[in-house]
């Protein structure tokens, strides 16, 4: 990411952000990536979504060598530690709302990916061999998502933005002005997104901010959400196999004081309640 400032011929200045490749990093970020995450942007702003705005797409690199997206600039930073914690879930979880609320009924999302039980099934599969070389909980969670897998309920798929936290929201003045980083946008589950985000916040936080959470976002959407602890324990799968690599997000992001013990404490509770609660559905 570039932020870069336009100079216009009336001398008004515009902040763009620039979009490319990270080297070494991207190496995937090709032409139809660039194009694709365009897309992505274009109907997430058609939805009303708050988010950075797609400006301009250079997919071929002709301008500056690799492919760029230019985006709004949104002013202002990720907010992991609020005053108000009410206050801060409740802006979370209605701009996850907005996103809920974009159905293939209404919109046409067929250029989207979709990620729904199939390919959650393919995905333990993927996970089997770093679950037996990792901690006994894995293992634990492995095996009841996927004895699970063919009896929760499945809720009509949404757009997902598939990586949902609070480090990819933008906060100026303790208000939520944009989600970000639609790289990874499907059709899915959203469970997916509400889990995702409950996962983060458990352990930064605490499991009493990630039930905040699901209470604000429950209050407003059109119904609850049935068998939120399969996505939890989904999600809670792949934060024991990585959440010692989050942390020094985190610290970037401003909570300086989490350490992996404690991280991996949180969210081991996390995933624990969530398996009695499996236990609880047969």
Not at 82 to 89: A, C, I, Y
Not at 118 to 137: F, H, M, N, T
Not at 218 to 237: K, M, T, Y
Request: net charge negative; glycine share 6%; aromatic share 8%.
């Amino acid at each position: 990411m570039h932020l870069l400032t336009i100079l216009a011929a009336d001398g008004t200045r515009t902040r763009v952000v620039a979009r490319r490749a990270r080297p070494g990093v991207e190496r995937s970020w090709s032409p139809e990536r660039a194009m694709q995450e365009f897309e992505k942007l274009t109907l997430v702003e058609q939805a009303g979504i708050p988010a950075p705005r797609p400006l301009y797409l250079d997919a071929n690199g002709a301008l500056g060598g690799d492919p760029t997206l230019l985006l709004s600039y949104l002013p202002g930073r990720p907010l992991l530690a609020p005053r108000s914690v009410t206050g801060w879930v409740t802006e979370l979880s209605r701009a996850l709302l907005t996103v809920h609320a974009v159905t293939p009924a209404r919109t046409d999302l067929t250029h989207l990916p979709f990620f729904g039980q199939q390919e959650i099934a393919d995905k333990l599969e993927r996970y089997r061999e770093q679950v037996r070389s990792g901690e006994p909980p894995g293992r634990e969670v492995h095996n009841a998502l996927v004895s699970n897998l063919e009896h929760v309920r499945w809720p009509p798929p949404t757009l997902v933005h598939d990586d949902f936290w609070p480090g990819n929201t933008v906060w100026s003045r303790s208000h939520l002005v944009g989600i970000i980083d639609w790289a990874t946008a499907k059709v899915g589950d959203p469970r997916a997104d509400v889990s995702q985000c409950r996962v983060d916040l458990a352990l930064s936080l605490g499991i009493e901010v990630a039930d905040a959470f699901l209470t604000a976002y429950h209050a407003e959407a059109p119904a609850p959400l049935p068998d939120l602890w399969f996505f939890d324990l989904f999600r809670g799968l792949g934060a024991l196999l990585s959440y010692e690599k989050w942390i020094p997000d985190y610290h970037d992001l401003g909570l300086t004081q989490l350490d992996a013990t404690e991280a991996g404490e949180r969210l081991r509770a996390f995933v624990r309640r969530a398996l009695d609660q499996s236990i609880q559905h047969h």
